[in-house]
Structure formats: structure tokens, C-alpha cells
């Protein structure tokens, strides 16, 4: 998941990218309305936490410049108002959500999850494909309800192919996804990670679930009929396997 933070207090947004990192999420900051409005239009955000706040504008009229150049994007606006005006200026806006600061890290990050399940389309924090299950606030894949151990990178690729089933992604959304521009590698590292994922799916018994569209990218499908999961379990098997190679 890729956030967009405009927080204009330094202090504020290192301590705001380390909860939003510790959670698995990727973060691009800025503390400028303007710059903010620009790195929406050429960048895909999952949410924008934004405070009310702005050297350059209002946070409330950031977000009323948001949705009047149809972006999107789900938009919680970080308050030191205690004044209702305040809170339903930024709702009237076209906020999803108004936290006040100080706020507790742990209710921010359910708020966050929250309002990334309804953009989603999603109410519960379960998506279930086939016999997959990914839960998107504590990032935990099962298969038959047995554990399936990812890298962070490896989640970060099936949580968006889960998100959008049925979509053709390109090798370049993917590397948009996991690194935001900074420092890309080779696109056809994004071929070595969809194939250590199939072989960990595929060895917990949860079929071909990642299909190839020659020339365009992966997509996930949920027809993929599930295989009989090993007798060992399949943390055992990946270590063999490493100690074969």
C-alpha cells in the first residue's frame, strides 16, 4: 500500500512515516499543498493522510482541490481543531475521515485499515480468494487456514493482485507498487518474485491462483482449482529446498 503524507512539521512526519512504514506501508511526503496535488497526478496513492494545517493552504482546501480534479484517493485529515467547525469544514471537503491530534498510533493505523477495506470495496479486514486468505490489518496470508510465510515484498504483490482480482497488472505497476520510483531495479526482478510466491501458494495447496497475459502482466483469478496441500508443512519443504540448491 502507498500513502501520501503532507505534513509540514518535520518532527510530525518522521514520526508519522515511522508508523506508517512499521505497518508495511510505503510513504511519500511532502509538505506542500501544490507539490501534493502534483504527485497525485502522476502517481496511484491508496490514501492521502494530510494535515489541516499547510504552509502554502488549508487542508481542507487541499482536499475540496483533490476532488474537484477527481482524484480519487481516500483522504484523512490529521486536526488540531477541537472545534466542530473545523472537523465538518474538512468533512463538507470531501474528507473520509478527521482524527485529532494527539492521536493514539494504534486507533490512526485502524482508522487507516478502515478506510482502505471501503475503498476496496471490502467491509471485513478478510479478503478470501479460492482457498486464500489475506488479512490486509494484520498482513497474514493463510491457505486452509495454515500459515503461508511471505517476504515483505512477496505480500506487497499478492495483497495487490488480491485488491485488484480480475485487473491486468503490468510489470511496471509492480515496481510502482513496491518502490515508488526511488532506486527501481530491473523490471524482471518482478518475474522472480511472482514465481517464488506461486511455488509458496502453490505449496500450501492453494493452486495457480496468479495467472500470465503474455505481453501485459499478471492477474489474479480466483477459478484456479486448489491442489492437496503437502503431508509436511510448508516451511519444512522450503527448507529442503534451499539445502538441495
Known amino acids: 500500500m502507498r500513502v501520501l503524507l503532507v505534513e509540514g512539521n518535520v518532527a510530525a512526519a518522521q514520526g508519522l512515516t515511522r508508523i506508517l512504514q512499521n505497518a508495511g506501508f510505503m510513504v511519500d511526503h511532502t509538505d506542500l499543498g501544490e507539490e501534493a496535488l502534483e504527485m ?8 492521502a493522510l494530510l ?9 481542507a482546501d487541499l482536499v475540496r482541490r483533490m476532488r474537484h480534479a477527481r482524484h480519487p484517493v481516500p483522504a484523512i485529515v ?5 472545534q466542530a467547525a473545523a472537523r465538518i469544514r474538512a468533512f463538507s471537503a470531501g474528507a473520509d475521515d478527521v482524527v485529532s491530534k494527539p492521536f493514539d498510533p494504534t486507533e490512526l493505523m485502524a482508522r487507516v485499515h478502515a478506510i482502505l477495506r471501503r475503498s476496496k470495496g471490502y ?33 506487497s504483490i499478492l495483497e495487490l493482485l488480491v485488491l485488484r482480482k480480475g485487473i491486468v ?10 518502490y515508488g520510483g526511488m532506486d527501481e531495479p530491473e523490471m524482471k526482478i518482478i518475474d522472480v518474485f511472482i514465481c517464488k510466491l506461486r511455488k509458496k501458494l502453490q505449496l500450501a495447496g492453494a493452486g495457480n491462483l496468479i495467472g500470465t497475459i503474455w505481453g501485459r502482466g499478471y492477474m489474479l483469478r480466483d477459478d484456479a482449482v486448489p491442489t492437496a496441500a503437502p503431508a509436511r508443512p510448508v516451511a519444512e519443504i522450503e527448507r529442503s529446498m534451499l539445502s538441495v540448491a
Do not use: C, I, W
Request: aromatic content about 6%; overall charge negative; glycine content about 4%.
Open 169 to 178: 497488472l503490468t510489470k511496471d505497476a509492480f515496481l510502482n507498487h513496491l
Open 51 to 59: 494535515d489541516l494545517v499547510l504552509p502554502d493552504m488549508d487542508g
Open 40 to 47: 497525485l497526478r502522476h502517481y496511484d496513492y491508496d490514501v
Open 78 to 82: 490529521l486536526s488540531d481543531a477541537t
Open 123 to 155: 467491509a471485513a479486514p478478510v479478503v478470501q480468494v479460492s482457498n486464500l486468505q489475506l488479512n490486509l490489518d494484520s498482513r497474514e496470508v493463510t491457505v486452509d487456514s495454515r500459515t503461508v510465510h511471505l517476504t515483505g515484498k512477496e505480500y
